[in-house]
C-alpha cells in the first residue's frame, strides 16, 4: 500500500513537471512562474513608479514583478486557453494585471500561482484573442494592408476589438482611393461588430536635426567654426531615403570663371541616384548644392560641392579662420577602437591643421596615415542618418599604414559605408593625400583584422579638376593657408 501511495505521488509530481514545460494545466497543477527582480537593474524603471504613481520603491519593485510575470502567464494562457483567453493589460492606477477572457474561471488557476492572487482581476469579454486575430488577418487581406496601403488593422485587446486604422496621409498620395474606402467599409461590415474604423493620426517626427554636444562632433557640428574634412554630409536620393557621406577637403578655384569660389571635396560615387536638386546637409541644415562638378570612376572619382547660397559660404568658410582643417574625433572604448587610434583621455575632438598636399609618387609604402569618416548605425547615433556601417562601428580617426600605391592610395585602415569621400591624410606633415573610395570587402559593424581601402589621390583630384574647367582658366587646389 505504501508503494502505490508513493507511485501516485510520483505519478503527480511528474505530471506538475510536465504542465509546467509543455502540457495544459488544471486546477491543481500550475507551477510558480515567478521572478524575482534586482532592484540595481531596473532602478530607473522604479523611479519611474514612484514619481508618477506616488508608490514606495517596494511597490513600483512588485509591480514590475507584476509585468516580468505577466509575460509568462500571457504564453501559457494563449497555448492552453486560447479559445476563452482575451489578452491582457497592466492597470497602473489600481497596481494590477487585467486577464480578459470569455470564460474567466478558465483563467483561475494559473492566477492561483501568481505570488498574489489579488494583484490580477479578471474580465470577462465576447471574443477571445484567437477570434479577434482571424478577424483582422481576414480584414487585412481584404484592404491589401502593407507599407504602402491607406487602411492597417491591429488588435485592441483592452477594447476587445479589431480597429482599422485609416492611414490619411497616405490615402491624400494616392489615386483610387475611393475604391479603397469601400473596400475597408465592406471588410468592417462583415465582421459583425467585432471590427471598427477610425482615423490614424500620424506622428510627429521626433528627429533632431541640430543636435548640440557643446563640441564640433563628425555628425554635429554647426556653429563650431568652418566646414571641414571628416564631417557628415547627408543627402536625399530620388526614392526619398537619405544616404550618409563624408567631407573631405576645403578647395579653392582660383582665376578665369570661378575666381576666389570655396568647394567641398566629397567622393564622385555619393551622387548617384541623386536628381532631385535637393541641398547636401550637414546635421540638418543645408550647406552644399546637391551636385557640382563630379567624376565616378576610380581614381577619377570625386566631387566638387559649391554651398548651397552666398549665406551658407559665409556661415561655413568664408566668415570663418583657420580654413584648412581636417577633424580628428577620438572615444575610448568602442568595439572597433585600436592602439593607432590618436586618442587622449576621454573622447574629444581636435582640428588637424592642413600644411600642404602631397603628390602620389611622394606617398610611400610604409608610412602611417589617418582618416576620418562618419560612417555610422542608428544603434549607436539615434539622432543620426544610418549610413549602413553596421552596429558597433564608431565615426572619428583611425590611423594605419599604405600597403602600396598603384593609381590609387591603398591601406590597411577601416572603412564602412558612409566614410566615403573622407579625408586621408599624414600627422607627420599635415598634408593632405586623399579621399576615401571603398574597401575590398564587404564588411560590416567592427573593424576586423585584415582590412583594406583605397584612395583616390588628391593630386590625381585637383589636376582633373583644373583640367576640366581648363576653359574657363580656372585652377583648384586644397586649401592649405591660415585663411585660406
Not at 500550475?30 to 532592484?39: E, N
Not at 586649401?479 to 585660406?484: A, D, K, V, Y
Request: glycine fraction near 10%; charge should be neutral.
Amino acid at each position: 500500500m505504501r508503494r502505490a501511495r508513493r507511485l501516485g505521488a510520483l505519478v503527480v509530481s511528474v505530471l506538475a513537471a510536465a504542465t509546467a514545460l509543455g502540457g495544459s494545466a488544471s486546477a491543481e497543477t500550475v507551477q510558480s512562474f515567478h521572478t524575482s527582480l534586482d532592484p540595481a537593474s531596473v532602478r530607473e524603471s522604479v523611479r519611474y513608479l514612484v514619481e508618477n504613481y506616488r508608490v514606495s520603491e517596494q511597490e513600483a519593485l512588485r509591480r514590475l514583478e507584476l509585468q516580468t510575470d505577466g509575460g509568462k502567464l500571457d504564453e501559457l494562457l494563449r497555448r492552453d486557453r486560447g479559445t476563452e483567453y482575451g489578452g491582457m493589460w497592466l492597470d497602473q492606477d489600481r497596481g494590477q494585471l487585467v486577464v480578459a477572457m470569455t470564460k474567466p474561471a478558465a483563467a483561475e488557476p494559473y492566477l492561483r500561482a501568481m505570488p498574489k492572487r489579488s494583484a490580477v482581476r479578471t474580465q470577462q469579454v465576447q471574443h477571445s484573442l484567437q477570434q479577434l486575430n482571424a478577424a483582422k488577418e481576414r480584414v487585412a487581406a481584404k484592404v491589401g494592408a502593407g507599407p504602402d496601403a491607406v487602411y492597417l488593422p491591429s488588435v485592441s485587446e483592452s477594447e476587445n476589438r479589431v480597429v482599422l486604422w485609416e492611414r490619411d496621409w497616405v490615402a491624400r498620395a494616392k489615386a483610387a482611393v475611393a475604391t479603397e474606402t469601400s473596400t475597408a467599409q465592406r471588410a468592417t461590415a462583415e465582421e459583425s461588430g467585432m471590427v471598427v474604423s477610425r482615423v490614424l493620426k500620424n506622428p510627429n517626427a521626433l528627429a533632431t536635426p541640430n543636435v548640440d554636444l557643446g563640441f564640433c562632433h563628425p555628425l554635429y557640428c554647426t556653429n563650431y567654426g568652418p566646414m571641414r574634412g571628416g564631417l557628415r554630409l547627408d543627402m536625399t536620393r530620388d526614392d526619398g531615403t537619405w544616404g550618409g557621406c563624408t567631407s573631405g577637403f576645403n578647395l579653392r578655384s582660383t582665376g578665369g570663371g570661378f575666381p576666389g569660389k570655396g568647394w567641398v571635396l566629397t567622393a564622385g560615387h555619393c551622387m548617384r541616384t541623386k536628381t532631385n536638386n535637393t541641398p547636401t546637409q550637414h546635421n540638418g541644415n543645408d550647406v552644399l548644392q546637391q551636385h557640382g562638378i563630379e567624376k565616378s570612376s576610380y581614381p577619377y572619382d570625386y566631387a566638387a560641392l559649391p554651398y548651397v547660397n552666398d549665406a551658407a559660404s559665409t556661415k561655413w568658410l568664408e566668415g570663418q579662420t583657420g580654413r584648412n582643417r581636417v577633424l580628428k574625433y577620438c572615444r575610448n572604448g568602442g568595439m572597433d577602437s585600436n592602439g593607432d587610434t590618436p586618442c587622449g583621455a576621454q573622447a574629444t575632438s581636435v582640428d588637424e591643421y592642413i600644411t600642404g598636399a602631397r603628390k602620389l609618387a611622394e606617398i610611400k609604402a610604409g608610412y602611417v596615415v589617418c582618416a576620418s569618416g562618419t560612417a555610422s548605425s542608428k544603434v549607436n547615433y539615434p539622432d543620426s542618418v544610418d549610413s549602413g556601417a553596421g552596429a558597433g562601428y564608431l565615426v572619428g580617426t583611425r590611423c594605419g599604414r599604405v600597403l602600396s600605391t598603384d593609381v590609387g592610395i591603398n591601406t590597411d585602415l577601416c572603412a564602412r559605408p558612409g566614410d566615403s569621400g573622407g579625408p586621408l591624410f599624414s600627422q607627420a606633415d599635415h598634408a593632405a593625400l586623399g579621399i576615401l573610395v571603398g574597401n575590398q570587402q564587404s564588411r560590416s559593424g567592427p573593424c576586423q583584422a585584415g582590412e583594406l581601402n583605397n584612395y583616390a589621390p588628391i593630386e590625381t583630384i585637383t589636376t582633373d579638376l583644373s583640367e576640366r574647367i581648363a576653359s574657363q582658366g580656372s585652377t583648384f587646389a586644397v586649401i592649405t593657408t591660415p585663411n585660406g
